[in-house]
């Protein structure tokens, strides 16, 4: 047996992932990422939402409170959990779609 390994192409981004909290969605679907970017006065942070092949696509501001995780469902919505127990959705384009409060089970 012999496997060879092709690069189709490289990701077009320069972001250090060991410093970002990442969610990949199945089956070549986009790629979210959550890191901190710096503004004049302060550090706020932004969830970014790339293509595949690391083109990006979107951007949240995150105003929210501390995210406890992220990843995507199978309508390509971006589901973020927080540490208060909200659910929030957001589309591809970054559009918030619902929250709301998670019931404990």
């Not at 990422?33 to 293509?51: P, R």
């Not at 469902?73 to 559009?95: P, Q, R």
Request: net charge positive; hydrophobic share 35%.
């Amino acid at each position: 047996i012999f496997y060879r390994k092709t690069v189709h192409y490289h990701l077009s981004w320069d972001k250090n992932l060991d410093q970002c909290s990442v969610a990949i969605a199945p089956y070549g679907g986009p790629i979210a990422l959550l890191q901190k970017l710096s503004k004049s006065g302060g550090d706020s942070k932004s969830i970014l939402i790339y293509s595949q092949a690391g083109n990006p696509i979107s951007s949240i501001p995150w105003e929210g409170g501390r995210l406890i995780g992220m990843g995507w469902n199978s309508n390509e919505d971006l589901i973020c959990i927080l540490e208060e127990g909200t659910m929030a959705a957001y589309s591809i384009n970054g559009l918030l779609k619902y929250s709301r409060p998670v019931s404990r089970v």
